[in-house]
C-alpha cells in the first residue's frame, strides 16, 4: 500500500506542473496561506525598536527591499547587497537595448523597437486586488498603476485532440458550455430524473440547494433558463453571449449567431478539463477579469522602493560566503563594479533573500542539516516569452505581453487587440514549451526554448 500524499508533497507536485500561481492558490485553498492576514498590509514595529543594530539584506528584490524599508523606519541600520546593477529581483521588465544575464548562459539583448509602451516583463506581470501589502507600497511610493486586463473572451482556445485542431473562440466555448449544462439539467428537472439517475449523494445535494433557496420546480427551471440562455422549451440553441459571425448594425439589423460548438468536440477538448487555466481561469481567486499593473511596466515597483532607500543599496555585490559568528555574522562579497574580490561586511543580523538554486552555490557555515535541506529543493526551470502583436486599433502597435502556460493552448491578456494578430507566446516549463499562436505552430526554434 503506497504511503499517503503529504501536503509538502501535493503543493510540490501541484508546482511543478503548473506553475508558482496555482501552489499559491492550493496554498491558499488548503488555508496554509491565510490571504487576509498575509495581505493586509505592512508589519506594524514599534518606532526606534532597532536603534543600533546593524541588518545586512541579501538581495534587493522586493523582499529585501520591504523588509530594509520596514526596518529602517523602526531604527535599524540597514545595508542591501545586490549583485545585479538593478534593483527588484525578479520583478523587472525588458525594453529594448537591455541585457537578460543568467548563470550559464550567454547575455541575450532585447532588440525589438524603442517604444515607450514596448516593455516586457518577465517575472510577476499583475497585481489582484488581494495583494493589499504590495498595493499599499505603490500608494506610499507613488507608483501609479493602471488597469491590465486580465481576461479577453475574444481570445481562441486550442486543442489538437478536438475541433480538428481549429482555434475556438472563448466566448463561445464558455458559454456555449453554460448552455450545454443548462439544458441538461433543465432535462432532468421537467422529466422528474432526479430520483433515478443520480447517486444518493447526487440527489441530497441537489435537494439541499432547492431547499436552502426555497426554489420550487419552476423557479429552478426560470433559474437554469437564465444562466444558460436558453429558450422557452429550455433549448439551448446558441446566445449573444458567444457572439456574432455577423455582428448586429443599426435599426432592424439584428446580426447572425454564432452556430454552437459541437459538444461532442467540447468534451474531447481539454479547455475545462485544468480549470486553472482556458475556460475558468479569471473566476479564480488570484487571478480576476480585471486586475492592476504599474504604468510603464512592473520594474517601476523596484526602482520606486531603490529610490526611496537611497544608498544603503549597494548593487554589483555578488556574495561568496555567508558565516554565522558568535556576535552575529559575517558576508563575503565580490565588488564587480570596481573588480574588488573579497569585500567584507559585518553585521548583528542577516535577512538572506537569495534562490535557493543560488544559495545552494555560497560558501556557508551553516549546519550540514540545514545546507542538506536547501540542496534537496530543486526548482523547476520556467521562462516566458513575449510576443508583438501587428497592428491593433488605429493601426497602433500594441503592448507586448505573455500568453499563459497551458497545453497546446494560448490565452490573450491585456494590450491584445486582435484574435488574428498574435505572433507568438508562451511559457516553458522544465524544458517543454507550451503555447500556439492561434493554430498555427511556433518556429522550431521557440518550440525547442531556445
Known amino acids: 500500500m503506497s504511503a499517503p500524499l503529504s501536503r509538502r508533497q501535493l503543493i510540490e507536485l501541484i508546482g511543478r506542473a503548473a506553475g508558482s500561481s496555482a501552489a499559491y492558490q492550493i496554498m491558499c485553498t488548503l488555508g496554509?496561506?491565510?490571504?487576509?492576514?498575509?495581505?493586509?498590509?505592512?508589519?506594524?514595529?514599534?518606532?526606534?525598536?532597532?536603534?543600533?543594530?546593524?541588518?545586512?539584506?541579501?538581495?534587493?528584490?522586493?523582499?529585501?527591499?520591504?523588509?530594509?524599508?520596514?526596518?529602517?523606519?523602526?531604527?535599524?541600520?540597514?545595508?542591501?547587497?545586490?549583485?545585479?546593477?538593478?534593483?527588484?529581483?525578479?520583478?523587472?521588465?525588458?525594453?529594448?537595448?537591455?541585457?537578460?544575464?543568467?548563470?550559464?548562459?550567454?547575455?541575450?539583448?532585447?532588440?525589438?523597437?524603442?517604444?515607450?509602451?514596448?516593455?516586457?516583463?518577465?517575472?510577476?506581470?499583475?497585481?489582484?486586488?488581494?495583494?493589499?501589502?504590495?498595493?499599499?507600497?505603490?500608494?506610499?511610493?507613488?507608483?501609479?498603476?493602471?488597469?491590465?486586463?486580465?481576461?479577453?473572451?475574444?481570445?481562441?482556445l486550442q486543442d489538437d485532440a478536438a475541433f480538428a485542431g481549429e482555434p475556438q473562440l472563448?466566448?463561445?466555448?464558455?458559454?456555449?458550455?453554460?448552455?450545454?449544462?443548462?439544458?441538461?439539467?433543465?432535462?432532468?428537472?421537467?422529466?422528474?430524473?432526479?430520483?433515478?439517475?443520480?447517486?444518493?449523494?447526487?440527489k441530497q445535494q441537489v435537494l439541499h440547494f432547492v431547499r436552502q433557496y426555497g426554489a420550487n420546480k419552476d423557479r429552478l427551471l426560470r433559474f437554469l433558463q437564465a444562466f444558460g440562455a436558453l429558450d422557452q422549451d429550455f433549448k439551448y440553441r446558441g446566445s449573444e453571449r458567444s457572439g456574432y459571425s455577423t455582428p448586429p448594425g443599426a435599426g432592424d439589423q439584428e446580426g447572425t449567431l454564432n452556430d454552437k460548438v459541437d459538444f461532442q468536440q467540447l468534451l474531447a477538448a481539454d479547455f475545462w478539463s485544468n480549470p486553472i487555466l482556458k475556460m475558468n481561469y479569471s473566476e479564480h481567486y488570484p487571478q480576476q477579469a480585471t486586475?492592476?499593473?504599474?504604468?510603464?511596466?512592473?520594474?517601476?515597483?523596484?526602482?520606486?522602493?531603490?529610490?526611496?532607500?537611497?544608498s544603503i543599496v549597494r548593487y554589483n555585490a555578488e556574495v561568496t560566503e555567508i558565516r554565522k559568528t558568535g556576535s552575529g555574522v559575517q558576508v563575503v562579497w565580490k565588488d564587480r563594479r570596481r573588480n574588488r574580490t573579497a569585500v567584507m561586511s559585518e553585521a548583528s543580523y542577516v535577512i538572506c533573500t537569495i534562490p535557493l538554486s543560488v544559495l545552494r552555490n555560497i560558501k556557508t557555515n551553516f549546519s550540514k542539516e540545514f545546507r542538506a535541506r536547501f540542496a534537496r529543493r530543486n526548482t523547476c526551470p520556467q521562462a516566458?516569452?513575449?510576443?508583438?502583436?501587428?497592428?491593433?486599433?488605429?493601426?497602433?502597435?500594441?503592448?507586448?505581453?505573455?500568453?499563459?502556460?497551458g497545453p497546446t493552448a494560448?490565452?490573450?491578456?491585456?494590450?491584445?487587440?486582435?484574435?488574428?494578430?498574435?505572433?507568438?507566446?508562451?511559457?516553458?516549463?522544465?524544458?517543454?514549451?507550451?503555447?500556439?499562436?492561434?493554430?498555427?505552430?511556433?518556429?522550431?526554434?521557440?518550440r525547442s526554448g531556445d
Not at 57 to 62: F, R, T
Request: glycine share 12%; charged share 20%; proline share 9%.
Open 384 to 405: 516566458s516569452s513575449p510576443f508583438k502583436p501587428n497592428g491593433g486599433f488605429g493601426n497602433s502597435t500594441t503592448r507586448s505581453t505573455a500568453a499563459f502556460p
Open 291 to 310: 486586475m492592476l499593473q504599474p504604468v510603464g511596466g512592473m520594474d517601476k515597483i523596484g526602482h520606486a522602493f531603490a529610490r526611496r532607500l537611497g
Open 410 to 446: 494560448i490565452s490573450v491578456r491585456s494590450g491584445t487587440r486582435a484574435p488574428d494578430s498574435i505572433k507568438e507566446g508562451g511559457y516553458w516549463s522544465a524544458g517543454t514549451f507550451w503555447g500556439r499562436s492561434a493554430g498555427r505552430d511556433l518556429p522550431p526554434r521557440a
Open 170 to 202: 472563448a466566448r463561445r466555448v464558455i458559454n456555449d458550455a453554460r448552455g450545454f449544462v443548462a439544458e441538461l439539467a433543465a432535462k432532468a428537472v421537467n422529466q422528474s430524473l432526479l430520483d433515478e439517475p443520480l447517486s444518493p449523494d447526487d
Open 32 to 156: 496554509l496561506l491565510p490571504i487576509t492576514s498575509a495581505s493586509a498590509g505592512p508589519p506594524q514595529l514599534p518606532p526606534n525598536s532597532g536603534a543600533g543594530v546593524d541588518v545586512l539584506i541579501l538581495g534587493a528584490g522586493i523582499a529585501g527591499m520591504v523588509a530594509a524599508l520596514e526596518l529602517r523606519e523602526a531604527g535599524y541600520h540597514c545595508t542591501i547587497l545586490e549583485a545585479r546593477s538593478r534593483p527588484g529581483g525578479r520583478n523587472w521588465s525588458l525594453r529594448s537595448g537591455d541585457a537578460v544575464e543568467e548563470i550559464g548562459f550567454k547575455p541575450q539583448r532585447v532588440r525589438w523597437n524603442r517604444d515607450p509602451h514596448m516593455y516586457f516583463n518577465p517575472g510577476p506581470a499583475r497585481i489582484p486586488h488581494h495583494h493589499r501589502g504590495i498595493l499599499d507600497y505603490c500608494r506610499k511610493l507613488d507608483v501609479p498603476l493602471e488597469v491590465m486586463v486580465n481576461d479577453n473572451r475574444n481570445t481562441y
